[in-house]
């Protein structure tokens, strides 16, 4: 049995909560599909929705590290270690070990100074602002750093600010091999900084100061052999699920999409590209165990890297299928997209074919980029569902940090933002998620150490390549909003269309973009 079951939404009067229960069975009868599909309000072509955090001070982070990364960007070279001339006349390892500091020094106030494994810790706490740092500098408040200020500073602390600078500090000396120093900045790290700390940045760091030492240690060793345990994964996934929206809106989204695409269609063939659990199925299934026309032949190709799992949530499905009355059949593919021949998919003839891909960085779900899209090509779907994280993968590892450290430092503030340092769920989505994925970013090296070539953005690979963009429409839309007002509005999730796409976001980040495609011939 698949751990929880699926998505099922419960109504009593008013849509405003999803509650998965742990190991329940799948029961056809609690599954409410799309609620509000024949009603769904009307939309404009680009909506903002929009809640904001009551507490800044605790929810600041991303918007600092933002501020400071835009600046380490700016005036470093595009090429870090060509940029430098660290192996000719020119910038010294010294020299590099000093270029975070200052640029940091624009930005932060004087008086503090970092601190070290044997001080500062139960130092009275400095709460900056930029009114501080202009009377530190004698300066009007024309100054620049009047704009850091108002990015929501204020609440971030000594430890919090001393932290980030040593990470960044460090992030620079393992960019430019100088794995001594940063094995230095490591040890501190370690010791100033905890997954179970009271504030996000401490949060964060130690979680990134952890990847990164695997970094380090695999540039020694110069191996590198990831140990994945999928049925961990796979619960912390379904953990995150249940506490905050951005997994929900991918599911809702897409499910949407596929749904309008699968319209009078007797014959349908999802190919899920990661599908893990499957916990975005039930629902899809219910609605179309429901249409006027009639339910159609569904048949699902699930592709992951664990025959056991994909077996196991193969019978799940087809027993949920199963009580619905549906005509189904599952077909398990233990590989990764890349590495299969379009053979392999058992397409019958007056198929309709969906393909889903929801995007993360837990590992490489796909193998190289052009071979997944060359099947895609090949395959010639009727839609392909895709939902993104906007983050950077591929690239320099410099490129890479400081992604990778705005996108995370944004989704801690989020948890953060309601649940409590101590909160078990809370620790499980950090450590057993979102950890992994910094990891397999920073530490197993992606790119860089495999040589596959990345797409940065699948949208633009698609366009490329001939596909056409459908418009996420305005049912989609609505699921979206579904989603988002089950959550208090304090949380300060951001909901936006526009391009075709729906992005989801906290605060004015960027998390996730959902968008919808089709091949120009299309079964």
Request: with cysteine.
């Amino acid at each position: 049995m698949i751990k929880g079951g699926p998505e099922v939404i419960h109504q009593h009067g008013p849509l405003d909560h999803i509650i998965q229960q742990p190991n329940e069975q799948w029961d056809c009868a609690n599954v409410v599909g799309f609620p509000g599909i024949s009603s769904a309000p009307s939309y404009p072509s680009k909506q903002i929705v929009e809640s904001r955090g009551d507490n800044p001070e605790r929810n600041e982070l991303s918007q600092w590290v933002e501020h400071v990364t835009r600046q380490l960007i700016e005036d470093l070279p595009e090429n870090e270690t060509e940029g430098l001339q660290i192996n000719g006349t020119g910038t010294t390892h010294q020299d590099v070990n000093n270029i975070v500091p200052a640029l940091l020094a624009e930005i932060r106030p004087k008086k503090i100074a970092r601190i070290n494994s044997s001080e500062g810790i139960g130092q009275p706490q400095h709460q900056w602002s930029s009114h501080d740092d202009h009377l530190a500098r004698g300066e009007n408040n024309t100054n620049r750093n009047e704009t850091a200020g108002n990015k929501g500073m204020n609440g971030l602390d000594d430890q919090g600010l001393n932290l980030i600078t040593l990470l960044l500090e460090c992030a620079v000396a393992i960019s430019v091999d100088n794995l001594g120093e940063a094995h230095r900045m490591l040890l501190e790290l370690t010791q100033m900084a905890s997954p179970y700390g009271p504030s996000c940045a401490e949060r964060v760091v130690a979680y990134f100061a952890k990847a990164m030492a695997s970094r380090v240690i695999n540039s020694w060793l110069g191996i590198c052999s990831p140990l994945i345990n999928y049925k961990t994964v796979h619960g912390a996934f379904q953990v995150f699920n249940n506490i905050s929206p951005f997994i929900k809106f991918a599911h809702f989204t897409s499910n949407q999409a596929i749904l309008e695409a699968f319209h009078h269609r007797d014959r349908v063939h999802i190919i899920d590209v990661d599908i893990m659990q499957g916990l975005q199925w039930p629902a899809l299934f219910h609605i179309l165990a429901t249409r006027m026309e009639g339910p159609p032949h569904v048949t699902m190709t699930g592709i992951g890297t664990s025959m056991e799992l994909l077996i196991e949530t193969g019978k799940q499905l087809s027993n949920f299928a199963k009580r619905l009355g549906m005509s189904f059949e599952f077909h398990p593919i233990g590989k990764n997209t890349g590495e299969i021949d379009i053979s392999t998919l058992q397409i019958r003839r007056g198929e309709a074919i969906a393909i889903h891909w929801l995007q993360h960085s837990l590992y490489d779900a796909t193998g190289p980029d052009w071979k997944t899209m060359r099947l895609l090509q090949e395959l010639s779907p009727r839609i392909i569902t895709l939902v993104e994280q906007e983050i950077t993968l591929g690239g320099s590892f410099l490129d890479r940090f400081v992604g990778s450290l705005h996108y995370y430092s944004t989704i801690f503030d989020s948890l953060g933002a309601f649940f409590e340092s101590d909160d078990s769920s809370r620790h499980d989505v950090e450590h057993g998620l979102l950890y992994r994925e910094i990891n397999n970013i920073l530490a197993i090296g992606g790119p860089a150490r495999n040589g596959e070539d990345k797409f940065r953005h699948w949208r633009s690979e698609l366009s490329k390549s001939g596909f056409m963009q459908v418009p996420m429409s305005t049912n989609s839309m609505a699921q979206a909003q579904l989603i988002l007002n089950m959550f208090p509005p304090a949380h300060g999730y951001s909901l936006v269309q526009g391009d075709g796409t729906l992005r989801l976001g906290w605060k004015d980040t960027s998390l996730f973009t959902a968008s919808a495609w089709t091949s120009p011939n299309s079964r």
